[in-house]
């Protein structure tokens, strides 16, 4: 179920927002039946807001060209980052991702 939290961030590239409604979902259904479904819950949805956030500057800093190179590695960034965190989450291991703010703790 921790693989299925980080791959539910996945849902982003299908439907808006669903990079962070997919794991809050899988989150709320299931953090009750372990402390580690729990731990990926919060820390996805953590990254996933976090890059809501830098999206949206990045997206106002387009104006000066600045933002495109930054939403191109953003997109890249989230992608590989995620990936990752469902593999560490098929180990059994918690992952903590890189540039996330801590709102759910």
Do not use: W
């Amino acid at each position: 179920m921790g693989v299925l939290v980080h791959c539910a961030s996945f849902a982003g590239y299908l439907i808006p927002f669903g990079n962070v409604l997919g794991p809050l979902i899988v989150y709320l259904m299931k953090r009750e039946d372990s402390s580690f479904i729990e731990a990926c819950g919060k820390n996805c949805l953590n990254f996933q807001i976090s890059m809501l956030i830098y999206f949206a500057i990045s997206a106002v800093l387009a104006f000066v060209l600045v933002g495109f190179v930054l939403l191109g590695l953003l997109g890249l960034l989230n992608l590989i980052v995620t990936v990752i965190a469902a593999i560490k989450a098929s180990e059994g291991k918690v992952f903590h991702y890189p540039l996330a703010i801590r709102f759910l703790r």
